[in-house]
Every structure is written in C-alpha cells, then in structure tokens.
C-alpha cells in the first residue's frame, strides 16, 4: 500500500537563494569554530544537557558526526584548518578498531563512514582506508547469514539482543558496499544487501510505517516480531527510525540498483509527510501530530537527506519528485528559521529540541549532534552537488 501525498501542502517551495544557503552554512561553520578546541582530541557527548555537549573519549555510537562535521566544513570553505583538525581525529578510530573499543554493534558505518571513508575519498588517506576496511571486518562478524541479518546491539550471545535488527543500520550498510568496491570481495555485498532486503520485508509494516526493531530467529532464519527501544509503542512509529529508513533505503538502492528499495523508500517517506504538523518539523514519535509533545529536529534534518537523495533517482516523470524536493526545502527552511540555536549564544551545539531517547529521557528538547551533522549535510546538498560520504 502507498500513502497518496497531499500535493498543496508541499506544492510551493520557499526560495533557497545562494546567499540563504551560504548564511545557514556561515552560522554553523561560526558554531564549529568555537568548537574546534574543545573537540579536538575529544568528541560532543551524543546529546547535550542544557544545550550544551560534554567533550568525552571516543566511545559512543555518535563520534563520527563531529568528524563528519569538520569533512563537510573543509568541502565548504577550503580552509586547511578543518582537514587539519579531522585528521587529528582520526587516530583515535584506528585505535577504536585495532582495540576493539566499544566496537559491539552495529553503528561502526556511521563511525567509518563519516571519518575515515571521507578522509580516504577526499584526500586519498591510504590508513585511513584500511582502517574503514577493517572496521567492515568487525561489522561482518555482526552478520548471521541464515537470517540474512546484522545485529544491532550487544554481545552476538546475549539472548535479549541475539538476532535484532534495527531501521537504524540502514545507515550502515554503506560501510559494506564500499569495503566490497575496495577490496573487491563481494561478501560486504551480499550481507548488505541481505540485510537492507530483510529490513525492507520486515521492518516496514503495512500501513508504511516501520518497527523501530525486529528480532529473528538466527538458528532457523524465520521472523519473529517487532519491538521499540526508542519510540512511543511497539506499535507506533518512532520517527527518527521512519528517517533512517527514508535514507537508509535510497542509498542501499544507490549500490544495489534494487528497484523495490526505491519503492519501498517512497512509502516510507509518504507516511512521515502524512505526519508533518505545521511547521514540518516532526514530532519525536509520529504517533503525534499535534500538541505539546517534544519535536525531533534531528530526524526532521535526517528527512531533508533522504528525500534529496530519494528525489535523485526518481524519473523525472514520477508525480512525487518535486513533492520530495520541496518539502526537503520547507523542511530544511523551518529549521534554519526556528530550530537553531542562533538564539542561544550560550549554545555550542547548533540544532536544538531534539529527541534522543524520551522513553528513558535521555537527551530530550536538547541538541543530538546527529542532527548538527545532517543539518550540515542537507545545506551543503543544496549548495552543490555533493558526492556523498556514505
Ligand atoms: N541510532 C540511534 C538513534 O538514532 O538514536
């Protein structure tokens, strides 16, 4: 089933003029560079307290955005400062490898991705590539062939966690295309793209929205059922999760040219701006759309991407091309309006109200620095083609 769009919400665009686009960038590079001492050999906390991100070890699922952050600001401004600064970081992921630090589970995509396969892709960094390549390794070790799954979380033996997937490692699965371009062995491949099938099958529900997870039986391969960690219900969408299958899925098509992976995209991504309240920033689950409920500006930023991304590879005749392209604008315009933390100079962090986890309230109306980093990406895919890092 396809959820049909309503064309007048999203029909008109607001103008993103050069310039527009140019003083959103200007306000988080400002941002950045405040941050540049404190996050040099340390990284922001995954969300903060107070608007406010802790610098802590390399230990968290989230690293990477920094890093990713001062990637993206080195593409923008040309300025050797920001190369300097993400080289420095990049130490400390080969040590994270080489010592398998906090390495169970199954965000090392988002950690490699964003560190050193941008650094490999922009300056030819020959470690910084064997680093990704082995980071791949310690992702395959995640992989149970039978279910044609990686798991997401925790000891592979840990009877609470053995066999879960997650929306979430859709994001992740582009570690695994690119070991499989460098190295040129197909395995990454194929447990990839298993996966991204397997997610697409089973995470996604009729009605279009997702599980925030689902957990199969390893041993015998068959489904079991579905579960939250993050959202509302078991039974209600967790709209960061809708995101990163909104994303997730078009970049697993732009690997695997699986037709079925654009499509499924596009439900997905019709259920969520089914969801939108007025100001088209989401609510943190989207089982509201209206109320006093916390917004998450993080999964709104992560929307913008996946639907430029998403836009990309519809034929242009498809009816819903345009929609994806102006509500990514309007999106995009309602956070750079009322979402930044342009009114709280005492901030570091540059997106405010998003959710972390409210179920445990855990970085609730605070800044994730997820959602910096996506906030990044959605301008700097408006500025220019971007040849992405994942
Ligand atoms: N991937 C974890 C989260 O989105 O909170």
């Known amino acids: 089933m396809e959820q049909i ?3 007048l919400k999203y029909g008109e665009t607001t103008v993103w003029t050069k310039q527009k686009v140019e003083s959103a960038i200007g306000f988080v590079l400002k941002r950045i560079d405040q941050n540049l001492d404190t996050f040099s050999l340390k990284f922001p906390a995954p969300a903060s307290r107070g ?3 802790e610098p802590i070890e390399n230990t968290e699922w989230t690293s990477s955005f920094w890093t990713g952050m001062l990637w993206l600001a080195y593409e923008v401004s040309g300025d050797d400062k920001y190369q300097m600064a993400a080289e420095k970081q990049l130490k400390s992921y080969k040590k994270r490898v080489d010592q398998r630090i ?5 965000d090392l995509g988002f950690l490699y991705s964003l560190s050193c396969i941008a650094s490999y892709k922009l300056t030819g960094n020959e470690e910084a590539k064997q680093t990704a390549i082995a980071a791949a390794d310690l992702l395959m070790e995640r992989y149970f062939e039978k279910a044609g799954i990686i798991q997401a979380w925790g000891k592979l033996d840990n009877p609470s966690q053995r066999g879960r997937m997650i929306v979430d490692c859709c994001m992740n699965l582009p570690l695994l295309y690119w070991a499989s371009e460098e190295t040129g062995d197909s395995k990454y491949y ?12 089973y995470l996604i529900r009729e009605d279009t929205s ?8 390893v041993e015998s391969g068959e489904p079991l059922y579905g579960r939250t960690a993050q959202g509302y219900a078991d039974d209600s969408c967790w709209s960061r999760g809708q995101t990163w299958a909104m994303y997730g899925l078009p970049l697993s098509y732009v690997y695997t040219k699986d037709s079925y992976l654009l499509h499924d995209a596009v439900r ?9 309240p007025e100001d088209y920033v989401c609510y943190w689950d989207l089982i509201f759309t209206e109320g006093e409920e916390e917004k998450d500006s993080s999964a709104a930023a992560i929307s913008v991407c996946g639907m430029l ?4 590879h519809l034929p242009l005749s498809h009816s819903n091309r345009r929609i994806y392209e102006n509500a990514a604008l309007r999106i ?3 956070l750079t309006e009322n979402y930044t933390t342009k009114s709280l100079p005492h901030s570091n962090g540059i997106l405010k109200h998003a959710v972390y986890g409210k179920p445990l309230g855990n970085g609730v109306n605070e800044c994730c620095i997820w959602g910096d980093y996506y906030y990044l990406e959605a301008l700097v895919r408006v500025l220019k083609d971007w040849e992405m890092y994942w």
Request: aromatic share 12%.
């Open 210 to 217: 997702t599980f925030h997870t689902y957990y199969m039986d």
């Open 190 to 201: 194929h447990a990839a793209q298993s996966h991204a099938r397997q997610s697409a099958k």
């Open 102 to 106: 906090a390495t169970e589970t199954h």
């Open 51 to 53: 608007n406010i991100y």
């Open 332 to 334: 995009l315009d309602s």
């Open 309 to 312: 991304e998403l836009a990309k």
């Open 268 to 276: 997905v991504t019709n259920y969520y701006l089914n969801r939108l």
């Open 5 to 7: 769009l309503d064309p």
